[in-house]
């Protein structure tokens, strides 16, 4: 069966200093990833998604960007975090031709 | 523009008692449609999705929920609500762009079950 990590779990970092989030699925080939941030009350809002390995798309102009290396890893970074880059983030999967996504556990975010 | 909107930020039911979740969508195709649920500091679950065929869709965890075109609606529904139940509850819609993967996601509806 299909799993999905996501490491830390939980993180808190000063303003300024860089970020690395990882995220890794299991049992499949050739996922679809996405990351997402949740913000209290605010839904989710789809950051990036990747359909291959070193294509990424980006959804909103921001203080993040996201790799690729391999086909089952995602990455999400940033240079020098912000404290608006708090929050939850989420990454998720998707098989292409079904359309349901499937979330890992997520990462808590707390810019300091 | 697609859009979601629960309308319910927050909802709070007896256990015991039946659940109704709303979800009003604007798209201009058919959509795919989906419920998660999330429960506190954790990832979100599928419960339950709609692409085509029978309105009316079973889901885990006993929840169901209906397509109904003329409405744009897609609610959520349990006939006995478990105090388990408790969580926040997302609907989403999409694709947003034809050919990708992108959704949209309501900004969701958090359930609180008495005991």
């Known amino acids: 069966s299909q799993t999905i990590h996501q490491w830390p779990a939980t993180l808190v970092q000063p303003v300024g200093s860089p970020l690395s989030l990882e995220c890794t699925v299991e049992?499949?080939?050739?996922?679809?990833l996405y990351w997402y941030r949740q913000a209290a009350g605010r839904g989710l809002q789809l950051l990036f998604y990747s359909v291959g390995i070193g294509q990424i798309s980006s959804e909103v102009p921001q203080n993040l960007s996201a790799s690729r290396p391999q086909d089952r890893q995602f990455i999400l970074s940033s240079k020098k975090l912000l404290l608006s880059d708090s929050g939850f983030y989420l990454c998720?999967?998707?098989?292409?031709?079904?359309?349901?996504?499937?979330f890992g556990p997520g990462t808590r975010l707390t810019v300091t | 523009a697609q859009s979601v909107t629960q309308p319910d930020i927050h909802i709070t039911v007896s256990e015991g008692a039946s659940l109704e979740l709303r979800c009003n969508y604007s798209?201009?195709?058919?959509?795919?449609l989906f419920w998660y649920v999330q429960s506190p500091g954790q990832g979100l679950q599928l419960l339950l999705k709609y692409f085509s065929g029978d309105t009316l869709v079973q889901g885990i965890k006993g929840f169901e929920a209906e397509f109904k075109r003329s409405q744009s609606s897609f609610n959520l529904r349990k006939p006995s609500v478990h105090w388990s139940d408790a969580a926040e509850y997302f609907c989403?819609?999409?694709?947003?762009?034809?050919?990708?993967?992108?959704?949209?996601f309501g900004t969701g509806t958090r359930l609180k079950v008495l005991a």
């Open positions: 049992g499949t080939s050739n996922p679809n």
């Open positions: 798209y201009g195709a058919t959509p795919y």
């Open positions: 998720a999967w998707s098989v292409t031709g079904t359309y349901e996504q499937y």
């Open positions: 989403a819609v999409g694709p947003s762009t034809s050919g990708t993967y992108k959704y949209i």
